[in-house]
């Protein structure tokens, strides 16, 4: 195959997966941007969280919130697990890598709070242990996952949202995951500031 034909190979799923998320997850998205508005609005926060690229995504609309996604308005709260290494190595070398945004939560999350978990492989046994202990304080998870959902899927409850991309390629996922994140800030911010 040529490198042009990669090129177009690339653009060709990427667009098809967006495509298919866009038809199939349009009022879920919409639904997941009003439950995080009504928590805001009760001045409660979220938290994200997600490993390697994940993590990246979640870090994105971390820094959307507390600063500002397209246009200038008031912070909004909005915390990432994955951004203190101290933290984070912290807990992997005393404790145990699973741990690292549970023990996170168990500190910093307050019952009424939403968490974010973003993750492609849908096996990654610390978004697992970050969901448990969500549920454990009265946080609700918004689980952004693709493929089959994984070991996360059953572990989410009814009050849960899954935004299940639609492909098992977990590039595309994560193109998908950044841009449903995209879509998320821009609902809040209209449903909070309007334009």
Known sequence: MSLQNRIINHFTNSIQTQQDT??????LIEFASQRLVATLLNDKKIVTCGNGRSGAVAQLLSSAMLNQYERDRPSLPAIALTTDTTTLTAIANDYHFDDIFAKQLRA??????????YTDGNNSANIAKAITT???KDITVIALTGNNGGMIAPLLNEI?????VPSNTSVHIQEVHTLITHCLCDLIDHQLFGG
């Open 160 to 164: 849960d949202i899954e935004i299940r």
């Open 134 to 136: 969500a549920h454990d």
């Open 108 to 117: 910093l999350g307050q019952s009424g709070d939403i968490l974010i978990a």
């Open 22 to 27: 866009m038809s199939n997850l349009g009022e």
